[in-house]
T-cell receptor, first 113, second 112 residues
Framework: QQQVKQSPQSLIVQKGGISIINCAYE??????FPWYQQFPGKGPALLIA?????SEKKEGRFTISFNKSAKQFSLHIMDSQPGDSATYFC????????????FGTGTRLKVLA | DGGITQSPKYLFRKEGQNVTLSCEQN?????MYWYRQDPGQGLRLIYY???????QKGDIAEGYSVSREKKESFPLTVTSAQKNPTAFYLC???????????FGQGTRLTVV
């Protein structure tokens, strides 16, 4: 119940295309779902996050879609750019109770120029 | 500039040695965390601290120890009991437990 499954493990997209990364969780106590972007040799940086009271959140070219009944959420990167090439991590957490902040295994995205 | 500072960036340890990784934050955050990152395994929680003088084990605490004597500081010691310490170590902090976490730039530890 503590896993967050992330797919795909790696993704290659042409410049201008849409990158889609998916995550699925099991624990229904999770109520906070952030995405992090990590460049090689650097720490992850918070990209965008969503709470389950909304089905979609958009910030610039980045959109999170959330399906509470399916316990799935996804990151969409519109008009993907070479500078978006990085590793992306989804995570899930619970605002109350014992700490349950769980990370997915990461998706390595490469955007071709 | 507010942020999280980890030092050193690279660290080499001999077999049987204890080493300490530094993490300092000036964000006035109550909660701090240590994660270990290995290729293909995402981020795994080692220890976390909700407030000063309190900390809890995460999923892979064996072979590690921490202290939280000051709000700003959360050092991690990798002891000789940690059999496979080579990894990228990340420190993070958040305003309170389970709120948005912000990461430092990491320390890469290598056993030589």
């Amino acid at each position: 119940q503590q896993q967050v499954k992330q797919s795909p493990q790696s993704l290659i997209v042409q410049k201008g295309g849409i990158s889609i990364i998916n995550c699925a969780y099991e624990n229904t106590a999770f109520d906070y779902f952030p995405w992090y972007q990590q460049f090689p040799g650097k720490g992850p940086a918070l990209l965008i996050a969503i709470r389950p009271d909304v089905s979609e959140k958009k910030e610039g070219r980045f959109t999170i879609s959330f399906n509470k009944s399916a316990k799935q959420f996804s990151l969409h990167i519109m008009d993907s750019q070479p500078g978006d090439s990085a590793t992306y991590f989804c995570a899930a957490g619970a605002r109350t109770g014992t700490y349950k902040y769980i990370f997915g295994t990461g998706t390595r995205l490469k955007v071709l120029a | 500039d507010g942020g999280i500072t980890q030092s050193p960036k690279y660290l080499f340890r001999k077999e049987g040695q204890n080493v300490t990784l530094s993490c300092e934050q000036n964000l006035n955050h109550d909660a701090m965390y240590w994660y270990r990152q290995d290729p293909g395994q995402g981020l795994r929680l080692i220890y976390y601290s909700q407030i000063v003088n309190d900390f809890q084990k995460g999923d892979i605490a064996e072979g590690y120890s921490v202290s939280r004597e000051k709000k700003e500081s959360f050092p991690l010691t990798v002891t000789s009991a940690q059999k496979n310490p080579t990894a990228f170590y990340l420190c993070a902090s958040s305003q309170r437990l389970n709120t948005e976490a912000f990461f430092g730039q990491g320390t890469r530890l290598t056993v030589v």
